[in-house]
């Protein structure tokens, strides 16, 4: 007789020999995706450079895209981001072809369009619960290593401060800033796991899970990016919203807020206390005021995908406090600048739905409370992700895309799944 796989209550939380036994019988674009997703967050490739002799990432996806045609229980998901999906990425061509400086929008290209195919990838493949469970768990583990390593980093230098914070693994989260932001959405997703898991694992699996969720925290307070703190401050409201109603929680939430601000070192401190004033701060809001201006005077197709500092650096080189004109620090100016009010409007759109579709989630009955916590994780990891994007350039980082991924991944199945079980009703 064939041995049933292990199912989804089988995992909780971290059961390595329930998951190992549902992987062994998974299709290989299953595993292609996982792959991908532990060399694009861990890079082994950057940390061992002996196995730095091919481009993973890239690789995996390929793969991951072949194993699709072949796997059959992968067929087209219909999910509410798909169109928007399709018609952003009708804008960035039409802005690539328009561009004032075509030859670096089409450098810049697959900035964007790699998202496009792993968001499709992802929500196509992980199409089960336990799929999406151990896929996830791929996505926590890989981002907590980081987590772990960088709070290390930071209490072994006496959680003192540096101009340039703490640094990640060489990729997209090398930079203090974007690393802080990997946090933000590590964070809710931990600790809601953490909280809908109590009384289902085992001492040591909630002990990690702990961790998890803590030492992001205490990244984002080392990584000295304001942006992230305040966006931290606003998840901590959001989660411990209840919390106020009742004293004794309440008065735990507050010791909690004045602890971690006095972790934070007197530099920071003062930073916060000259937000506005200071250059850098300066010439953001003059990137901002152009970069609206640009929007304004190029509103269908922006100035061309990736065109916002040459632009700058031509029309508005009186406003340069700096030699070189960067990236705008804001998503939204960024996307405005590169595909125009239409573009915007799709990119708004998504990041909407990464609050819709949980809210959807956390309204059905009789749902696992870690799939709820899961939804709720996600779209707060977004609102972090969200607030902290005003202040730095990370529209087409992993950070939305992913998440937009995962939260329409579970969709389908949650979807997927009340079908079946009214087929059955209906049956019966």
């Not at 960024?334 to 595909?339: A, N, P, R």
């Amino acid at each position: 007789m064939k041995q049933s796989l292990p199912q989804i209550n089988d995992f909780y939380a971290f059961k390595i020999g329930a998951m190992w036994n549902y992987c062994r019988g998974q299709h290989f674009s299953f595993w292609m995706i996982c792959c991908y997703l532990f060399v694009e967050f861990v890079r082994p490739q950057s940390i061992f450079p002996a196995l730095n002799f091919l481009p993973w990432a890239m690789l995996f996806i390929l793969f991951s895209a072949v194993g699709a045609f072949l796997d059959k229980s992968v067929s087209w998901v219909s999910v509410s981001a798909n169109k928007w999906m399709i018609l952003l990425s009708i804008t960035v061509v039409i802005s690539v072809a328009a561009a004032f400086y075509p030859e670096i929008s089409k450098k810049r290209f697959m900035d964007f369009f790699n998202w496009v195919i792993i968001y499709f990838l992802i929500i196509t493949i992980v199409n089960t619960r336990e799929r999406f469970y151990i896929f996830l768990g791929v996505f926590l583990v890989s981002a907590a290593k980081i987590a772990i390593g960088t709070s290390k980093a930071w209490a072994f230098r006496g959680f003192s401060f540096t101009s340039w914070g703490l640094s990640g693994p060489p990729g997209f989260f090398q930079n203090s800033g974007e690393l802080a932001i990997l946090m933000l959405i590590l964070f809710p997703l931990a600790y809601y796991l953490y909280i809908n898991t109590k009384g289902r694992v085992g001492v040591w699996e909630s002990r990690i899970l702990l961790l998890v969720w803590i030492c992001p925290v205490l990244t984002i307070l080392g990584a000295s990016s304001r942006g992230s703190q305040i966006a931290l401050v606003v998840e901590l409201l959001i989660i411990f919203r209840k919390s106020f109603f009742r004293p004794k929680a309440f008065f735990g939430v507050l010791f909690l807020c004045y602890a971690l601000y006095q972790l934070l070192p007197d530099e920071q401190k003062e930073r916060f206390a000259n937000m506005g004033g200071d250059k850098t701060s300066q010439q953001r809001q003059l990137y901002w005021e152009h970069g609206w201006d640009m929007m304004k005077e190029h509103p269908l197709t922006g100035v061309g995908f990736f065109n916002f500092s040459p632009y700058y650096e031509r029309y508005f080189s009186h406003d340069m406090l700096y030699e070189f004109a960067e990236l705008p620090h804001n998503i939204f100016i960024q996307v405005g600048t590169d595909v125009g009010f239409i573009g915007l409007t799709f990119f708004i759109i998504l990041i909407i739905l990464c609050f819709i579709e949980p809210l959807k989630i956390l309204r059905m009955k009789e749902l696992d409370p870690v799939f709820k916590g899961i939804a709720a994780g996600l779209a707060v990891g977004v609102l972090g992700f969200f607030i902290a994007g005003q202040f730095v350039t990370v529209s087409y980082y992993p950070f939305l895309w992913i998440n937009l991924s995962l939260i329409m991944a579970l969709k389908n199945i949650l979807d997927t799944d009340k079908k079946r079980l009214s087929g059955r009703v209906i049956q019966e």
